[in-house]
């Protein structure tokens, strides 16, 4: 079973099983299905009853047929973005020399068919009704479904054609009775979604599907008022997108390469493609989320992947996402590194210093690589948690930009060597874990116990302490 890449909530305030319940019982209800016990309900049924099926390359996009007369304009923008995103993993390994004529023009088709649909044709459909695409479009989309299901985005062929599936849930109310309704139906796995805090998640697993809200919840808000949502464009047009977009590729990375890495890896790469898509990760996926969650601290290697959902914004934006990762973080890590060099008195460590700050951004505290050598755990208190958070999310994202375009030299030769890692990484029969397909691709480990210069890590230390 697909494990979920969302960190598991525990909020603690009121929220028993009678609001659960009650949340359950009003999707039953909507659904048709108020005169069935739960134990005659089948999952597949009300999804195919329930929600438009629209296919998008490997992606499987359900979305609520009883909200496409008010927000179908959101769903084509999702599927529009969707689709772009998948344009831009085969630019991320285009270095493998492999043909990708056929799928960028069946992308393209695909792409160009969405972008003819109006709402209004959206909203007439009714029970039962398909999605209107052309026989070239839908010939089209099959091709790709079976080509990127089985890997060509990374230039591999599995055996099996693997389709991520998204629910999309417009509004706060659907994603929430949703959610109870899934958790009514599977009483062994209710304790997963039946939880304090559901009203407050974006995002969860409901058995393999990635089930997605596009609003946050309303700020200030309760258990009663659940069905109270905000825009997510508040800050900028397009964080609808971005957050979708990210959590269809934690999805999509975690099926392809969650056997061989580590979930902090996965969230950077997605990243990364939300900063080359949209020019900026305005994200609430990752970092410091605290008064809306309790999560594990993460490393690099170890993962810590655990079921549960994700939660959305917070209310005041640190130092951290002044530029919104445009520059994938290097000025502000730039920085806390030399503040971090100014903490330590030997030469050779300083590069590997970071100073953080206590929640009250004062009382800066050094923080030393390695952050990516198995084990390399660091004790972070309390107080510098949420500093803490943020960087490891910056992190990521500036060192996957660093494998990507400075690792293996100038030019194209970085590009080829990170193309070769990601493949490598879902290929079948390939090597057994990230630590050996690093060293064989690189020449080097992904870092050592003194994040040298024989190391990944150690490279890029030094190369961001040299980055203008």
């Known amino acids: 079973m697909l494990s979920a890449l969302f960190a598991a909530v525990l909020l603690f305030q009121p929220f028993p099983d009678a609001y659960h319940e009650r949340a359950a019982r009003e999707f039953q209800t909507q659904a048709g299905f108020s005169d069935k016990p739960a134990t005659q309900i089948d999952y597949e049924a009300v999804l195919q009853s329930q929600f438009l ?48 004529k056929a799928l960028r023009e069946d992308l393209k088709l695909v792409r160009k068919s969405f972008g003819a649909l109006k709402e209004g044709q959206l909203a007439r459909l009714g029970p039962g009704d398909k999605l209107p695409l052309s026989a070239a479009a839908a010939e089209a989309q099959a091709r790709l479904a079976d080509s990127l299901g089985k890997g ?47 009203w407050q998640w974006t995002s969860c697993y409901v058995r393999s599907d990635a089930v997605i809200a596009l609003e946050y919840s309303a700020a200030g808000g309760t258990p009663d008022t659940y069905e109270l949502g905000s825009a997510m464009n508040e800050q900028s047009p397009t964080t609808m997108e971005q957050q979708l977009v990210q959590l269809a590729l934690n999805a999509l990375f975690e099926r392809f390469l969650g056997a061989r890495t580590p979930a902090p890896l996965i969230q950077g790469l997605s990243m990364n493609l939300v900063i080359q898509q949209f020019g900026i990760v ?67 460590q300083k590069p590997l210093c970071f100073a953080l700050r206590d929640d009250k951004g004062a009382n800066p505290k050094a923080f ?37 375009t400075g690792a293996a030299g100038a030019g194209k030769k970085s590009a080829e060597s990170f193309a070769h890692w990601l493949s490598e990484l879902g290929a079948e029969g390939s090597e057994p874990d990230l630590l050996a397909i690093t060293t064989k691709i690189y020449g080097v480990p992904l870092s050592d116990a003194a994040a040298s210069k024989d190391s990944l890590e150690g490279r890029f230390l030094q190369w961001l302490s040299k980055t203008r």
């Not at 831009?88 to 043909?99: A, C």
């Not at 755990?377 to 107080?383: C, G, N, T, W």
């Open 53 to 100: 099926s629209v296919p998008l390359g490997l992606f499987e996009v359900r979305f609520p047929r009883a909200d496409l007369e008010r927000r179908s304009l959101e769903l084509l923008r999702c599927s529009a973005a969707l689709l772009d995103a998948q344009s831009l993993l085969l630019d991320w390994t285009k270095e493998l020399g492999q043909d990708q």
């Open 282 to 348: 305005n994200t609430r996926v990752d970092g410091d989320t605290r008064g809306r969650q309790t999560q594990e601290r993460e490393v690099f290697v170890r993962g810590g992947r655990s079921d549960g959902g994700e939660l959305g914004k917070n209310f005041a934006d640190s130092r951290w996402r002044e530029l919104y990762g445009a520059d994938h973080f290097l000025k502000i890590l730039k920085q806390v590194q030399k503040e971090g060099a100014d903490l330590e008195k030997r030469p050779s």
């Open 368 to 404: 030393v690589a390695p952050f990516y050598f198995p084990d390399a755990r660091p004790e972070v208190p309390a107080a510098y948690a949420g500093d803490f958070d943020e960087f490891q999310r910056s992190y990521k994202s500036a060192f996957l930009h660093f494998l990507q």
């Open 152 to 198: 060509a985005w990374l230039g591999v062929s599995r055996s099996n054609a693997q389709s991520i599936r998204l629910v999309l849930t417009p509004s706060r109310k659907r994603f929430v009775e949703f959610v109870s309704f899934a958790g009514w139906l599977d009483e062994t796995n209710r304790g997963l979604f039946w939880v304090p805090g559901l």
